[in-house]
T-cell receptor
Framework: NAGVMQNPRHLVRRRGQEARLRCSPM?????VYWYRQLPEEGLKFMVY????????ESGMPKERFSAEFPKEGPSILRIQQVVRGDSAAYFC?????????????FGQGTRLTVV | KQEVTQIPAALSVPEGENLVLNCSFT??????LQWFRQDPGKGLTSLLL?????REQTSGRLNASLDKSSGRSTLYIAASQPGDSATYLC?????????????FGKGTKLTVNP
């Protein structure tokens, strides 16, 4: 049973370009969470999705950021018109039934560098 | 708003020593607490999950305790090894901003010297 798979592992974008980060949850998991880790900072919640639904996007910037988790395929975190401040590690986690009762498993992360 | 603090921020010990990492949280209304390990440039590996009704969990050389009323958890590592060197993260699951989610501390960076 493969773990949470994220790709790409590293992504370099020029300012103004778009970044697409992909996350395939563990098999059978329908709850997906995205977190951002800035240098020397803790992980900060961005968005929580279930299949085809955004449950909570309270941690996501209102502009340029969007997330989806379609019925088929991976969850996508999309950052439009990237700026230097978007440089960070983005982690995806999945759980079987939500984190109240079940463990969260994290992917290896995507390290975004904006030049 | 829930805040999670981990002390110390960094710890260096000789191999073989037993050690304790501390985690505190400001709001005792948590569903559970999870300890993770993060290696440099890597993702998070789940170590232990303690439900709010539990007092401790054990896995191999690791033992985690939870005192919800005082807002504290400890991770005890017995007979430390160089391979234990990593950053250890504590996170609590809370209801915040419309859903349940993990709130993380900044971690304790552990170095075990051979």
């Amino acid at each position: 049973n493969a773990g949470v798979m994220q790709n790409p592992r590293h992504l370099v974008r020029r300012r103004g370009q778009e970044a697409r980060l992909r996350c395939s949850p563990m098999k059978g998991h329908s709850h997906v969470y995205w977190y951002r880790q800035l240098p020397e900072e803790g992980l900060k919640f961005m968005v929580y999705l279930q299949k085809e639904n955004i449950i909570d996007e309270s941690g996501m910037p209102k502009e340029r950021f969007s997330a989806e988790f379609p019925k088929e395929g991976p969850s996508i975190l999309r950052i439009q018109q990237v700026v230097r401040g978007d440089s960070a590690a983005y982690f995806c986690a999945s759980s079987l039934m939500g984190t109240v009762n079940t463990e969260a498993f994290f992917g290896q992360g995507t390290r975004l560098t904006v030049v | 708003k829930q805040e999670v603090t981990q002390i110390p921020a960094a710890l260096s010990v000789p191999e073989g020593e037993n050690l304790v990492l501390n985690c505190s949280f400001t709001d005792s209304a948590i569903y559970n607490l999870q300890w993770f390990r993060q290696d440099p440039g890597k993702g998070l590996t789940s170590l232990l999950l303690i439900q709010s009704s539990q007092r401790e969990q054990t896995s191999g050389r690791l033992n985690a305790s939870l005192d919800k009323s005082s807002g504290r958890s400890t991770l005890y590592i017995a007979a430390s090894q160089p391979g234990d060197s990593a950053t250890y993260l504590c996170a609590v699951v809370v209801s915040q901003g419309g859903s349940e989610k993990l709130v993380f501390g900044k971690g304790t960076k552990l170095t075990v010297n051979p």
